[in-house]
């Protein structure tokens, strides 16, 4: 908030991170220290409280007619600055997140656990990768992209795909355990797996290569086959299965609204 009144449009923007950790640094420790205050037995109906209020802001201000000609109610400026505010709570878990995962390794490393070495390659990536980001948007140069890109794109990008590829045989076991025929709805999988995986690759299409592309019997040629069981069938369970994966959603929305959640966090004294 400092930093909006302190630093001018323009300044450098080495000056702008300063202000930025300067305010979380403020505010946070200002936040930390008012709920220190608060007596233990109260805390939890403070938070209870303003979680409260916070949901019913958002939903009086969905529900409450808007005025036409600017499209917002009363309560509509409000909730601008709460998703800002929800911005910043989200660094806070970032940063808190981070610190978090440098304290589990630090630990690792200067005990000397079992496996510490991984911990120290946690450190040189993590340090690695954030210094080449930071090096390649404040100093952008040739040099400073080919050292991020040899980094993501070199290291990170490989990686990942070496990872999903061993995750394929998994895949493979589990395909294998799930379209064995025992029943006709197995057997019905099985099928359209078949039919899918077929007609996603070039060999499928030179099977059936001697029906004919046009009237009804290109119907029953396999890449055919396979884009009408992805956009018809499959594409009506996927939205089967995210609406109610939303209704879910709601659900646990509503819980966390009235405070009704329970678990390791909501029952413990804070």
């Excluded at 490989?158 to 589990?174: D, E, K, N, R, W």
Aim: proline fraction near 4%; charge should be positive.
């Amino acid at each position: 908030m400092f930093t909006r009144f302190l630093i001018k449009p323009g300044a450098p923007q080495w000056l702008w991170v300063l202000g930025v950790l300067g305010d979380f640094l403020i505010f946070g420790g200002i936040l930390f220290g008012l709920l220190q205050l608060v007596p233990v037995r109260f805390r939890r109906p403070l938070i209870v409280a303003l979680t409260f209020i916070a949901g019913l802001i958002y939903s009086v201000e969905f529900f409450y007619p808007a005025d036409p000609k600017t499209q917002m109610n009363f309560l509509t400026p409000l909730r601008i600055k709460l998703g800002e505010a929800t911005k910043v709570v989200y660094a806070f878990a970032l940063g808190l997140g981070t610190f978090n995962l440098i304290r589990f390794h630090g630990g690792n490393v200067i005990r000397n656990r079992a496996g510490w070495f991984y911990s120290l390659v946690f450190f040189i990536s993590f340090f690695a990768m954030a210094g080449a980001g930071f090096w390649s948007y404040y100093c952008p140069s040739r040099a400073a992209e080919n050292t991020y890109n040899m980094l993501f794109e070199g290291i990170v990008a490989s990686l990942g795909a070496t990872m999903f590829s061993t995750i394929g045989f998994y895949i493979v076991s589990a395909a294998y355990r799930a379209f064995r025929i025992r029943s006709a709805e197995a057997t019905l999988m099985l099928l359209a797996a078949f039919i899918v995986m077929v007609g996603q690759v070039p060999v499928g299409a030179y099977i059936t290569s001697g029906l004919p592309e046009v009237g009804p019997l290109r119907n029953l040629r396999l890449e055919n086959l396979s884009y009408w069981i992805l956009s018809q069938p499959n594409m009506a369970a996927q939205r089967g299965i995210w609406f109610g994966i939303e209704v879910g959603a709601l659900a646990m929305a509503l819980r966390q609204w009235l405070s009704l959640e329970r678990g390791s966090f909501f029952e413990r004294e804070l």
